[in-house]
Protein backbone atom coordinates (compact mmCIF):
# COMPACT_ATOMS: atom_id res chain seq x y z
CA UNK A 1 0.00 0.00 0.00
CA UNK A 2 1.21 3.72 -0.65
CA UNK A 3 2.22 5.36 2.71
CA UNK A 4 -0.81 8.11 2.10
CA UNK A 5 -2.96 4.90 2.11
CA UNK A 6 -1.68 3.98 5.05
CA UNK A 7 -1.60 7.06 6.56
CA UNK A 8 -5.55 7.04 6.21
CA UNK A 9 -5.41 3.23 7.48
CA UNK A 10 -4.10 4.48 10.71
CA UNK A 11 -6.58 6.96 11.59
CA UNK A 12 -9.37 4.45 10.46
CA UNK A 13 -7.57 2.17 12.99
CA UNK A 14 -7.86 4.86 15.19
CA UNK A 15 -11.81 6.11 14.78
CA UNK A 16 -12.41 2.20 15.33
CA UNK A 17 -10.85 2.06 18.59
CA UNK A 18 -12.67 4.83 19.56
CA UNK A 19 -15.98 3.69 18.32
CA UNK A 20 -15.46 0.19 19.95
CA UNK A 21 -14.50 1.88 23.23
CA UNK A 22 -17.76 4.05 22.88
CA UNK A 23 -19.97 1.37 22.24
CA UNK A 24 -18.68 -0.69 25.13
CA UNK A 25 -19.05 2.38 27.61
CA UNK A 26 -15.15 0.99 28.32
CA UNK A 27 -11.80 -0.05 26.98
CA UNK A 28 -8.20 1.75 26.45
CA UNK A 29 -8.77 3.33 23.29
CA UNK A 30 -5.68 6.02 23.64
CA UNK A 31 -3.25 3.12 23.97
CA UNK A 32 -4.88 2.02 20.87
CA UNK A 33 -4.73 5.32 19.18
CA UNK A 34 -0.55 5.52 19.94
CA UNK A 35 0.01 2.36 18.45
CA UNK A 36 -2.28 2.90 15.32
CA UNK A 37 0.23 3.69 12.84
CA UNK A 38 2.75 0.78 13.50
CA UNK A 39 0.25 -1.50 12.95
CA UNK A 40 -1.52 0.01 9.68
CA UNK A 41 2.29 -0.56 8.07
CA UNK A 42 2.49 -3.92 9.48
CA UNK A 43 -0.75 -4.99 7.86
CA UNK A 44 -0.74 -3.21 4.95
CA UNK A 45 3.15 -3.95 3.49
CA UNK A 46 3.93 -6.58 6.07
CA UNK A 47 1.94 -8.74 7.75
CA UNK A 48 1.62 -12.40 5.69
CA UNK A 49 -1.60 -13.59 6.76
CA UNK A 50 -4.48 -15.19 5.21
CA UNK A 51 -7.58 -14.74 7.78
CA UNK A 52 -9.39 -17.62 5.98
CA UNK A 53 -6.64 -20.04 6.70
CA UNK A 54 -5.13 -19.23 10.37
CA UNK A 55 -3.77 -22.46 11.00
CA UNK A 56 -1.96 -22.03 7.50
CA UNK A 57 1.30 -23.10 8.38
CA UNK A 58 2.85 -20.68 6.78
CA UNK A 59 1.23 -17.30 8.80
CA UNK A 60 3.34 -15.03 10.28
CA UNK A 61 1.95 -14.89 14.15
CA UNK A 62 0.62 -11.21 15.64
CA UNK A 63 0.79 -11.22 19.39
CA UNK A 64 -0.59 -7.91 20.91
CA UNK A 65 1.72 -8.09 24.20
CA UNK A 66 -0.06 -4.94 25.08
CA UNK A 67 -3.57 -6.74 25.34
CA UNK A 68 -5.35 -3.82 26.93
CA UNK A 69 -4.93 -2.44 23.01
CA UNK A 70 -7.43 -4.94 22.33
CA UNK A 71 -9.67 -2.20 20.34
CA UNK A 72 -6.94 -1.52 17.99
CA UNK A 73 -6.90 -5.77 17.63
CA UNK A 74 -9.82 -5.89 16.61
CA UNK A 75 -10.34 -2.48 14.42
CA UNK A 76 -6.74 -4.41 12.29
CA UNK A 77 -9.22 -7.95 12.11
CA UNK A 78 -12.25 -5.72 10.66
CA UNK A 79 -9.92 -3.39 8.33
CA UNK A 80 -8.52 -6.98 6.84
CA UNK A 81 -12.70 -7.96 6.29
CA UNK A 82 -12.40 -10.99 9.02
CA UNK A 83 -14.64 -9.06 11.10
CA UNK A 84 -17.55 -7.53 10.26
CA UNK A 85 -19.08 -4.29 11.84
CA UNK A 86 -21.96 -5.93 13.57
CA UNK A 87 -20.11 -7.96 15.62
CA UNK A 88 -17.03 -5.44 15.75
CA UNK A 89 -19.40 -3.50 17.90
CA UNK A 90 -19.98 -5.90 20.22
CA UNK A 91 -16.70 -5.15 21.97
CA UNK A 92 -16.67 -6.30 25.65
CA UNK A 93 -20.10 -7.27 25.27
CA UNK A 94 -21.65 -10.39 27.30
CA UNK A 95 -21.27 -13.46 24.67
CA UNK A 96 -19.27 -11.35 21.91
CA UNK A 97 -16.22 -13.32 21.11
CA UNK A 98 -14.23 -9.48 21.30
CA UNK A 99 -13.13 -9.76 25.29
CA UNK A 100 -11.91 -6.92 26.82
CA UNK A 101 -8.35 -8.53 26.00
CA UNK A 102 -7.74 -10.68 23.70
CA UNK A 103 -8.13 -14.59 23.93
CA UNK A 104 -8.30 -17.62 21.48
CA UNK A 105 -11.81 -17.61 21.29
CA UNK A 106 -10.87 -15.51 18.09
CA UNK A 107 -9.13 -18.11 15.57
CA UNK A 108 -6.68 -15.41 14.66
CA UNK A 109 -5.35 -15.05 18.04
CA UNK A 110 -2.76 -17.34 19.42
CA UNK A 111 -2.32 -16.69 23.10
CA UNK A 112 -4.32 -14.91 25.94
CA UNK A 113 -2.89 -11.59 26.30
CA UNK A 114 -3.69 -8.65 29.08
CA UNK A 115 -1.61 -9.63 31.97
CA UNK A 116 1.97 -7.80 31.43
CA UNK A 117 5.22 -8.90 30.26
CA UNK A 118 3.75 -11.92 28.64
CA UNK A 119 3.40 -11.20 25.31
CA UNK A 120 7.17 -11.09 24.05
CA UNK A 121 7.98 -14.52 25.57
CA UNK A 122 5.30 -16.64 24.20
CA UNK A 123 6.24 -14.66 21.20
CA UNK A 124 10.13 -16.31 21.77
CA UNK A 125 7.92 -20.34 22.24
CA UNK A 126 6.11 -19.17 18.65
CA UNK A 127 9.76 -18.05 16.96
CA UNK A 128 11.55 -20.83 18.57
CA UNK A 129 8.40 -23.99 17.23
CA UNK A 130 8.93 -21.63 13.42
CA UNK A 131 13.06 -21.82 13.70
CA UNK A 132 13.90 -25.20 15.39
CA UNK A 133 10.90 -27.47 15.07
CA UNK A 134 8.33 -26.83 12.24
CA UNK A 135 11.12 -25.30 10.05
CA UNK A 136 9.20 -22.61 8.22
CA UNK A 137 9.49 -19.05 7.48
CA UNK A 138 7.26 -17.20 9.44
CA UNK A 139 7.75 -13.85 11.23
CA UNK A 140 6.63 -13.37 15.18
CA UNK A 141 5.56 -9.52 15.42
CA UNK A 142 4.85 -8.59 19.38
CA UNK A 143 3.52 -5.19 20.11
CA UNK A 144 4.70 -4.39 23.53
CA UNK A 145 3.82 -1.55 25.74
CA UNK A 146 6.45 0.77 27.64
CA UNK A 147 5.41 0.61 30.77
CA UNK A 148 5.41 -3.28 30.84
CA UNK A 149 9.20 -3.17 29.92
CA UNK A 150 9.77 -2.89 33.53
CA UNK A 151 8.54 -6.51 34.00
CA UNK A 152 11.85 -9.41 34.58
CA UNK A 153 9.76 -11.65 31.94
CA UNK A 154 10.46 -9.18 29.11
CA UNK A 155 13.89 -9.08 30.24
CA UNK A 156 14.22 -12.96 30.53
CA UNK A 157 12.17 -13.20 27.00
CA UNK A 158 15.20 -10.45 25.03
CA UNK A 159 17.63 -12.57 26.88
CA UNK A 160 16.19 -15.75 25.57
CA UNK A 161 15.64 -14.71 22.19
CA UNK A 162 18.83 -13.12 21.59
CA UNK A 163 20.53 -16.45 22.84
CA UNK A 164 18.65 -18.31 20.21
CA UNK A 165 19.39 -16.04 17.39
CA UNK A 166 16.02 -15.27 16.71
CA UNK A 167 15.98 -13.11 13.75
CA UNK A 168 12.59 -14.23 12.81
CA UNK A 169 10.95 -12.42 16.15
CA UNK A 170 10.06 -8.74 15.70
CA UNK A 171 9.59 -6.52 18.90
CA UNK A 172 7.67 -3.07 18.49
CA UNK A 173 7.92 -1.41 21.12
CA UNK A 174 5.02 1.36 21.74
CA UNK A 175 6.92 4.17 23.66
CA UNK A 176 3.64 6.63 24.11
CA UNK A 177 5.18 7.84 27.95
CA UNK A 178 2.31 7.53 29.63
CA UNK A 179 1.20 4.42 31.80
CA UNK A 180 -1.71 4.21 34.19
CA UNK A 181 -1.38 6.54 36.46
CA UNK A 182 1.17 8.84 35.30
CA UNK A 183 4.85 8.93 32.61
CA UNK A 184 6.49 5.63 32.39
CA UNK A 185 10.38 5.15 33.86
CA UNK A 186 11.72 6.10 30.66
CA UNK A 187 9.26 8.07 29.22
CA UNK A 188 10.60 9.11 25.93
CA UNK A 189 14.03 8.52 26.77
CA UNK A 190 14.09 5.82 23.31
CA UNK A 191 18.26 5.13 23.50
CA UNK A 192 17.08 3.86 27.24
CA UNK A 193 15.22 1.20 25.80
CA UNK A 194 17.45 0.39 23.16
CA UNK A 195 20.72 -0.06 24.98
CA UNK A 196 19.28 -1.93 27.05
CA UNK A 197 17.92 -3.70 24.72
CA UNK A 198 21.09 -4.48 22.33
CA UNK A 199 23.04 -5.54 25.62
CA UNK A 200 20.73 -9.05 24.91
CA UNK A 201 22.00 -9.02 21.28
CA UNK A 202 19.51 -7.90 19.54
CA UNK A 203 19.28 -5.29 16.73
CA UNK A 204 17.05 -1.95 17.65
CA UNK A 205 16.32 0.40 15.35
CA UNK A 206 14.79 3.95 16.80
CA UNK A 207 11.92 6.17 14.94
CA UNK A 208 8.50 8.32 15.44
CA UNK A 209 5.85 6.05 15.54
CA UNK A 210 3.57 8.54 14.05
CA UNK A 211 6.20 8.38 10.52
CA UNK A 212 4.22 6.11 8.00
CA UNK A 213 7.73 6.11 5.57
CA UNK A 214 10.52 5.47 8.97
CA UNK A 215 8.07 2.55 9.87
CA UNK A 216 7.83 1.05 6.37
CA UNK A 217 11.57 1.17 6.30
CA UNK A 218 12.41 0.13 9.87
CA UNK A 219 10.10 -3.53 9.19
CA UNK A 220 11.34 -3.66 5.51
CA UNK A 221 15.18 -3.27 8.04
CA UNK A 222 14.08 -5.86 10.37
CA UNK A 223 12.79 -8.81 7.68
CA UNK A 224 16.51 -8.47 6.18
CA UNK A 225 17.83 -8.92 9.40
CA UNK A 226 19.89 -12.34 9.75
CA UNK A 227 21.32 -13.44 13.26
CA UNK A 228 19.27 -11.35 15.56
CA UNK A 229 16.26 -10.62 16.02
CA UNK A 230 15.15 -7.01 16.27
CA UNK A 231 13.45 -4.65 18.43
CA UNK A 232 11.40 -1.28 16.57
CA UNK A 233 12.09 1.25 19.40
CA UNK A 234 8.84 3.76 18.34
CA UNK A 235 8.18 7.18 20.14
CA UNK A 236 4.33 7.77 19.78
CA UNK A 237 1.82 9.80 21.73
CA UNK A 238 -1.36 8.31 23.74
CA UNK A 239 -4.57 9.79 22.33
CA UNK A 240 -2.69 10.73 18.91
CA UNK A 241 -4.92 12.57 17.13
CA UNK A 242 -8.04 13.69 19.16
CA UNK A 243 -6.63 17.59 21.40
CA UNK A 244 -8.54 16.51 24.12
CA UNK A 245 -6.58 13.28 25.18
CA UNK A 246 -3.68 12.92 23.05
CA UNK A 247 -0.16 12.74 25.57
CA UNK A 248 -2.77 13.59 28.47
CA UNK A 249 -2.09 12.18 32.00
CA UNK A 250 -5.16 10.67 33.37
CA UNK A 251 -6.99 9.20 30.48
CA UNK A 252 -5.60 5.06 30.31
CA UNK A 253 -8.22 2.84 30.10
CA UNK A 254 -11.10 5.07 30.00
CA UNK A 255 -13.45 5.74 26.28
CA UNK A 256 -13.58 9.06 25.10
CA UNK A 257 -16.20 11.33 26.70
CA UNK A 258 -17.37 13.20 23.16
CA UNK A 259 -16.67 9.73 20.71
CA UNK A 260 -18.34 11.47 17.74
CA UNK A 261 -16.62 15.03 18.25
CA UNK A 262 -13.25 12.86 18.32
CA UNK A 263 -14.48 10.85 15.18
CA UNK A 264 -14.60 13.85 13.49
CA UNK A 265 -11.58 15.58 14.78
CA UNK A 266 -9.97 12.11 13.62
CA UNK A 267 -11.67 12.89 9.60
CA UNK A 268 -14.45 10.74 10.30
CA UNK A 269 -15.04 6.74 9.86
CA UNK A 270 -13.66 4.94 7.21
CA UNK A 271 -13.99 1.65 5.48
CA UNK A 272 -11.20 0.88 3.96
CA UNK A 273 -10.56 -2.77 3.17
CA UNK A 274 -6.56 -4.16 3.63
CA UNK A 275 -5.32 -7.02 0.65
CA UNK A 276 -3.21 -8.41 3.74
CA UNK A 277 -0.27 -10.37 2.02
CA UNK A 278 -1.01 -14.27 1.86
CA UNK A 279 1.83 -16.44 3.79
CA UNK A 280 3.97 -18.71 1.32
CA UNK A 281 3.18 -22.32 0.63
CA UNK A 282 5.38 -24.23 3.46
CA UNK A 283 5.31 -27.87 4.98
CA UNK A 284 6.00 -28.52 8.77
CA UNK A 285 8.64 -30.97 8.99
CA UNK A 286 6.88 -32.11 11.74
CA UNK A 287 8.42 -35.89 12.83
CA UNK A 288 6.53 -38.99 12.80
CA UNK A 289 5.96 -40.85 15.53
CA UNK A 290 8.72 -43.21 15.67
CA UNK A 291 7.12 -46.57 17.18
CA UNK A 292 4.90 -47.65 19.75
CA UNK A 293 4.74 -46.52 23.37
CA UNK A 294 7.23 -48.56 25.50
CA UNK A 295 6.94 -47.70 28.88
CA UNK A 296 9.77 -48.69 31.51
CA UNK A 297 8.42 -51.36 34.10
CA UNK A 298 10.12 -52.00 37.45
CA UNK A 299 9.49 -54.69 39.77
CA UNK A 300 7.79 -54.43 42.97
CA UNK A 301 9.68 -54.42 46.05
CA UNK A 302 12.25 -51.96 44.31
CA UNK A 303 12.81 -48.51 45.67
CA UNK A 304 12.59 -46.27 42.47
CA UNK A 305 12.05 -42.12 42.48
CA UNK A 306 9.22 -41.01 40.85
CA UNK A 307 11.37 -38.32 39.12
CA UNK A 308 13.17 -41.91 37.41
CA UNK A 309 10.17 -42.79 36.47
CA UNK A 310 9.08 -39.60 34.86
CA UNK A 311 12.47 -39.48 32.73
CA UNK A 312 11.99 -42.39 31.43
CA UNK A 313 8.36 -42.37 30.80
CA UNK A 314 9.10 -39.29 28.98
CA UNK A 315 11.59 -40.49 26.63
CA UNK A 316 9.39 -43.34 25.95
CA UNK A 317 6.30 -40.92 25.10
CA UNK A 318 8.52 -38.67 22.93
CA UNK A 319 9.55 -41.86 20.98
CA UNK A 320 5.91 -42.55 20.69
CA UNK A 321 4.75 -39.17 19.58
CA UNK A 322 6.48 -36.70 17.58
CA UNK A 323 4.52 -33.80 18.58
CA UNK A 324 6.06 -34.24 22.23
CA UNK A 325 8.71 -31.63 23.33
CA UNK A 326 10.24 -31.35 26.20
CA UNK A 327 11.67 -27.88 28.25
CA UNK A 328 14.26 -27.42 31.18
CA UNK A 329 14.23 -24.62 33.60
CA UNK A 330 18.47 -25.95 34.19
CA UNK A 331 17.33 -28.77 36.77
CA UNK A 332 17.24 -31.30 33.83
CA UNK A 333 19.74 -33.75 35.55
CA UNK A 334 17.57 -33.23 38.83
CA UNK A 335 13.90 -33.66 37.32
CA UNK A 336 15.43 -36.36 34.78
CA UNK A 337 14.33 -34.65 31.61
CA UNK A 338 17.67 -35.12 30.53
CA UNK A 339 16.72 -38.88 29.47
CA UNK A 340 14.37 -37.08 26.74
CA UNK A 341 17.52 -35.15 25.84
CA UNK A 342 19.41 -38.00 25.18
CA UNK A 343 16.88 -39.49 23.03
CA UNK A 344 15.60 -36.68 21.16
CA UNK A 345 17.66 -33.65 21.63
CA UNK A 346 16.22 -31.93 18.26
CA UNK A 347 13.09 -31.41 20.76
CA UNK A 348 14.72 -30.52 23.97
CA UNK A 349 14.77 -26.94 24.98
CA UNK A 350 17.05 -25.10 27.66
CA UNK A 351 15.59 -21.93 29.16
CA UNK A 352 17.63 -21.71 31.92
CA UNK A 353 17.14 -20.41 35.78
CA UNK A 354 14.19 -18.64 33.99
CA UNK A 355 10.88 -19.96 34.64
CA UNK A 356 8.40 -17.38 33.66
CA UNK A 357 10.21 -17.75 30.11
CA UNK A 358 10.24 -21.46 30.47
CA UNK A 359 5.95 -21.96 31.09
CA UNK A 360 5.79 -19.00 28.70
CA UNK A 361 8.11 -20.89 25.88
CA UNK A 362 5.40 -24.19 26.24
CA UNK A 363 2.61 -22.10 25.70
CA UNK A 364 3.55 -20.03 22.47
CA UNK A 365 5.14 -23.73 21.18
CA UNK A 366 1.71 -25.50 21.97
CA UNK A 367 -0.26 -22.62 20.48
CA UNK A 368 1.77 -24.27 17.02
CA UNK A 369 0.42 -27.71 17.72
CA UNK A 370 3.08 -28.91 19.95
CA UNK A 371 2.81 -31.09 22.83
CA UNK A 372 5.06 -29.87 25.50
CA UNK A 373 6.12 -30.78 28.79
CA UNK A 374 8.02 -28.66 31.05
CA UNK A 375 9.65 -29.72 34.12
CA UNK A 376 11.57 -27.91 36.68
CA UNK A 377 11.52 -27.97 40.71
CA UNK A 378 7.79 -27.88 42.12
CA UNK A 379 8.61 -24.37 44.38
CA UNK A 380 10.17 -22.87 41.21
CA UNK A 381 6.50 -23.03 39.40
CA UNK A 382 5.56 -20.59 41.72
CA UNK A 383 7.91 -18.03 39.65
CA UNK A 384 5.62 -18.39 36.69
CA UNK A 385 1.94 -19.08 38.39
CA UNK A 386 0.97 -16.08 36.44
CA UNK A 387 2.11 -17.59 33.28
CA UNK A 388 0.34 -21.03 33.89
CA UNK A 389 -2.74 -19.43 35.12
CA UNK A 390 -2.96 -17.13 31.92
CA UNK A 391 -2.54 -20.10 29.50
CA UNK A 392 -5.27 -21.33 30.97
CA UNK A 393 -7.55 -18.47 30.28
CA UNK A 394 -5.64 -19.51 26.58
CA UNK A 395 -6.73 -22.94 26.69
CA UNK A 396 -3.32 -23.83 26.31
CA UNK A 397 -2.78 -27.57 26.99
CA UNK A 398 0.71 -27.93 28.66
CA UNK A 399 2.25 -30.73 30.82
CA UNK A 400 3.54 -29.15 34.00
CA UNK A 401 6.05 -31.79 36.50
CA UNK A 402 7.28 -30.16 39.62
CA UNK A 403 9.98 -32.49 41.15
CA UNK A 404 11.79 -31.93 44.52
CA UNK A 405 7.74 -31.21 46.52
CA UNK A 406 7.48 -31.10 49.95
CA UNK A 407 9.72 -31.78 53.30
CA UNK A 408 10.09 -35.65 52.09
CA UNK A 409 13.07 -34.22 50.25
CA UNK A 410 15.36 -33.40 53.46
CA UNK A 411 18.35 -31.15 54.05
CA UNK A 412 17.79 -28.92 51.16
CA UNK A 413 15.60 -27.18 53.69
CA UNK A 414 11.95 -25.07 53.11
CA UNK A 415 12.97 -22.94 50.21
CA UNK A 416 13.20 -25.80 47.93
CA UNK A 417 10.01 -27.38 49.37
CA UNK A 418 7.13 -26.71 46.93
CA UNK A 419 4.57 -27.13 50.11
CA UNK A 420 2.17 -24.78 48.07
CA UNK A 421 2.28 -26.91 44.52
CA UNK A 422 -1.08 -28.38 44.90
CA UNK A 423 -2.76 -25.87 46.25
CA UNK A 424 -1.49 -23.84 43.48
CA UNK A 425 -2.41 -25.85 40.83
CA UNK A 426 -5.86 -27.57 41.80
CA UNK A 427 -7.28 -23.99 41.74
CA UNK A 428 -6.15 -22.92 38.19
CA UNK A 429 -9.30 -23.71 35.85
CA UNK A 430 -9.75 -27.12 34.19
CA UNK A 431 -6.55 -28.08 35.73
CA UNK A 432 -5.30 -32.03 36.15
CA UNK A 433 -3.43 -32.36 39.17
CA UNK A 434 -1.90 -35.96 39.67
CA UNK A 435 0.62 -37.31 42.64
CA UNK A 436 1.91 -40.93 41.60
CA UNK A 437 3.51 -42.90 45.07
CA UNK A 438 5.54 -45.45 42.60
CA UNK A 439 7.61 -46.36 39.00
CA UNK A 440 5.01 -47.84 37.39
CA UNK A 441 2.50 -45.22 38.52
CA UNK A 442 4.44 -42.40 37.62
CA UNK A 443 5.24 -44.14 34.16
CA UNK A 444 1.70 -44.60 33.60
CA UNK A 445 0.69 -41.34 34.56
CA UNK A 446 3.55 -39.37 32.52
CA UNK A 447 2.02 -41.10 29.47
CA UNK A 448 -0.84 -40.31 30.37
CA UNK A 449 -0.95 -36.67 30.42
CA UNK A 450 -0.38 -36.19 27.18
CA UNK A 451 -3.68 -37.05 25.60
CA UNK A 452 -5.33 -34.88 28.35
CA UNK A 453 -6.48 -31.60 27.68
CA UNK A 454 -5.34 -28.30 29.58
CA UNK A 455 -3.35 -27.39 32.17
CA UNK A 456 -1.89 -30.98 33.77
CA UNK A 457 0.64 -30.80 36.77
CA UNK A 458 2.66 -34.12 38.46
CA UNK A 459 4.01 -34.19 41.31
CA UNK A 460 7.22 -36.16 41.55
CA UNK A 461 9.39 -37.65 44.41
CA UNK A 462 12.87 -37.02 45.00
CA UNK A 463 14.12 -39.85 47.03
CA UNK A 464 13.29 -43.90 46.21
CA UNK A 465 9.82 -45.06 46.81
CA UNK A 466 8.65 -49.00 47.02
CA UNK A 467 7.21 -49.70 44.16
CA UNK A 468 3.83 -51.43 45.05
CA UNK A 469 2.16 -51.92 41.86
CA UNK A 470 3.02 -54.22 38.86
CA UNK A 471 4.11 -52.75 35.41
CA UNK A 472 0.28 -53.79 34.26
CA UNK A 473 -1.53 -52.17 36.51
CA UNK A 474 -3.70 -49.44 34.99
CA UNK A 475 -4.43 -45.43 36.69
CA UNK A 476 -7.31 -43.45 34.72
CA UNK A 477 -6.82 -40.05 35.86
CA UNK A 478 -9.34 -39.17 37.87
CA UNK A 479 -9.33 -42.94 40.05
CA UNK A 480 -7.89 -44.09 43.05
CA UNK A 481 -6.59 -47.07 44.19
CA UNK A 482 -7.46 -48.94 47.29
CA UNK A 483 -4.68 -50.75 48.76
CA UNK A 484 -5.81 -52.68 51.53
CA UNK A 485 -9.45 -53.09 52.92
CA UNK A 486 -11.65 -55.64 54.87
CA UNK A 487 -15.68 -55.11 55.45
CA UNK A 488 -14.76 -54.45 59.08
CA UNK A 489 -12.89 -51.70 58.65
CA UNK A 490 -12.99 -49.14 61.06
CA UNK A 491 -10.88 -46.17 59.81
CA UNK A 492 -9.47 -45.43 55.88
CA UNK A 493 -6.12 -43.85 55.92
CA UNK A 494 -5.93 -41.60 52.81
CA UNK A 495 -2.44 -40.51 50.91
CA UNK A 496 -0.43 -39.90 47.96
CA UNK A 497 2.78 -39.83 46.71
CA UNK A 498 5.34 -40.42 49.84
CA UNK A 499 2.46 -40.28 52.41
CA UNK A 500 0.86 -43.39 50.52
CA UNK A 501 3.72 -45.53 51.99
CA UNK A 502 3.81 -44.27 55.27
CA UNK A 503 -0.33 -45.02 55.83
CA UNK A 504 0.19 -48.20 54.50
CA UNK A 505 2.78 -49.13 57.43
CA UNK A 506 0.34 -47.51 60.02
CA UNK A 507 -1.92 -49.44 58.52
CA UNK A 508 -0.35 -53.04 59.11
CA UNK A 509 0.53 -52.32 62.61
CA UNK A 510 -2.74 -50.56 63.33
CA UNK A 511 -3.66 -54.28 62.26
CA UNK A 512 -1.73 -56.16 64.74
CA UNK A 513 -3.48 -53.72 67.50
CA UNK A 514 -6.96 -55.07 66.29
CA UNK A 515 -7.75 -51.59 64.60
CA UNK A 516 -8.46 -52.58 60.81
CA UNK A 517 -7.88 -49.35 58.77
CA UNK A 518 -8.57 -49.05 54.72
CA UNK A 519 -6.04 -47.46 52.92
CA UNK A 520 -7.08 -45.39 49.73
CA UNK A 521 -3.99 -44.18 47.63
CA UNK A 522 -5.53 -40.88 45.66
CA UNK A 523 -2.96 -40.29 43.26
CA UNK A 524 -5.22 -37.95 41.15
CA UNK A 525 -5.71 -35.29 43.67
CA UNK A 526 -8.22 -33.58 41.06
CA UNK A 527 -10.42 -34.97 39.63
CA UNK A 528 -10.95 -36.46 42.61
CA UNK A 529 -12.69 -39.84 42.91
CA UNK A 530 -15.20 -39.09 44.72
CA UNK A 531 -17.31 -42.21 44.80
CA UNK A 532 -14.31 -44.67 46.21
CA UNK A 533 -13.99 -41.55 49.28
CA UNK A 534 -17.87 -42.18 50.00
CA UNK A 535 -18.04 -45.78 49.66
CA UNK A 536 -15.03 -45.41 52.38
CA UNK A 537 -16.64 -43.12 54.40
CA UNK A 538 -20.24 -45.20 54.48
CA UNK A 539 -17.90 -48.24 55.87
CA UNK A 540 -15.50 -46.93 58.07
CA UNK A 541 -17.20 -43.32 58.92
CA UNK A 542 -13.96 -41.97 59.65
CA UNK A 543 -11.51 -40.53 57.16
CA UNK A 544 -7.50 -39.55 58.28
CA UNK A 545 -6.01 -38.20 55.31
CA UNK A 546 -2.19 -37.54 55.24
CA UNK A 547 -0.21 -35.05 52.62
CA UNK A 548 3.35 -33.59 52.44
CA UNK A 549 1.97 -30.31 51.30
CA UNK A 550 0.08 -27.03 53.79
CA UNK A 551 -3.43 -27.81 54.90
CA UNK A 552 -4.57 -25.34 52.64
CA UNK A 553 -5.83 -26.22 48.78
CA UNK A 554 -4.75 -29.91 49.12
CA UNK A 555 -4.72 -33.69 49.46
CA UNK A 556 -7.15 -32.57 52.68
CA UNK A 557 -9.22 -30.18 50.58
CA UNK A 558 -9.71 -32.55 47.90
CA UNK A 559 -10.99 -34.83 49.75
CA UNK A 560 -13.82 -32.44 51.38
CA UNK A 561 -14.45 -31.91 47.74
CA UNK A 562 -16.14 -35.26 47.89
CA UNK A 563 -18.90 -34.34 50.13
CA UNK A 564 -19.53 -30.89 49.10
CA UNK A 565 -23.17 -31.76 48.35
CA UNK A 566 -24.69 -31.58 50.67
CA UNK A 567 -24.15 -35.39 52.29
CA UNK A 568 -22.92 -35.75 55.62
CA UNK A 569 -19.48 -35.49 56.03
CA UNK A 570 -17.61 -38.21 58.31
CA UNK A 571 -15.26 -37.33 61.18
CA UNK A 572 -12.03 -36.57 59.63
CA UNK A 573 -8.38 -35.74 60.51
CA UNK A 574 -6.59 -33.74 58.69
CA UNK A 575 -2.21 -34.28 58.69
CA UNK A 576 -0.41 -32.27 56.43
CA UNK A 577 2.73 -29.80 57.30
CA UNK A 578 1.49 -26.96 59.31
CA UNK A 579 4.86 -25.35 60.53
CA UNK A 580 8.14 -24.12 58.91
CA UNK A 581 10.87 -26.94 58.08
CA UNK A 582 14.10 -26.70 58.83
CA UNK A 583 17.04 -29.00 57.57
CA UNK A 584 17.43 -32.22 58.67
CA UNK A 585 16.94 -36.05 57.17
CA UNK A 586 14.11 -37.23 55.37
CA UNK A 587 12.98 -39.28 57.95
CA UNK A 588 13.14 -36.81 60.56
CA UNK A 589 11.10 -34.12 58.07
CA UNK A 590 7.99 -36.35 57.95
CA UNK A 591 8.05 -37.10 61.95
CA UNK A 592 8.60 -33.72 62.20
CA UNK A 593 6.06 -32.60 59.98
CA UNK A 594 3.60 -35.22 62.09
CA UNK A 595 2.98 -37.20 58.92
CA UNK A 596 5.19 -40.31 59.09
CA UNK A 597 3.34 -43.81 60.30
CA UNK A 598 4.06 -42.99 63.95
CA UNK A 599 1.43 -39.65 63.51
CA UNK A 600 -1.48 -41.82 61.17
CA UNK A 601 -1.04 -44.75 64.13
CA UNK A 602 -1.56 -41.84 66.93
CA UNK A 603 -4.10 -40.15 64.84
CA UNK A 604 -6.20 -43.28 63.93
CA UNK A 605 -5.88 -44.67 67.85
CA UNK A 606 -7.63 -41.58 68.68
CA UNK A 607 -10.12 -41.11 66.25
CA UNK A 608 -11.05 -44.63 66.50
CA UNK A 609 -11.28 -44.33 70.62
CA UNK A 610 -13.71 -41.72 69.93
CA UNK A 611 -16.49 -44.21 68.97
Known sequence: MRHEQLSELGQQLRV????????????????????????????????????????????????????????????????????????????????????????????????????????????????????????????????????????????????????ERLDNLVAIIDVNRLGQRGPTRHEWDLDAYARRIRAFDWHTIEIDGHDIEAIDRAYAEALSTVGRPTAIVARTMKGRGVASVENREGMHGKPLTHPDEAIAELGGVRNLAVPVLGPPSVTPARPASEGPLALPRYNTGDSVPTRDAFGEAVAAVGTARGDVVALDGEVGDSTRLEYFHKEHPERYFEFFIAEQQLVAAAVGMQARGWNPYVSTFAAFFTRAYDFIRMASVSDANLNLIGSHAGVAIGEDGPSQMGLEDLAALRAVHGSTVLYPCDANQAAQLTAAMAGESGIRYLRTTRGGTPVIYPSSETFPIGGSKVVRATDGDRVTLIGAGVTLHEAVEAADRLAEEGIPARVIDLYSLKPVDAETLRTAAEVTGRLITVEDHHPEGGLGDAVLGAFADGRPVPRMVRLAVRMMPASSTPAEQLSDAGIDADAIVAAARELVGKG
Open 16 to 163: DSVRAAAAAGSGHPTSSMSAADLMAVLMGNHLRYDFEQPDHPGNDHLIFSKGHASPLLYSVYKAAGALRDEEFVTFRKRGSRLEGHPTPRLPWVDVATGSLGQGLPYGVGTALSGKRLDHVPYRVWVLCGDSEMAEGSMWEAFEHAGY
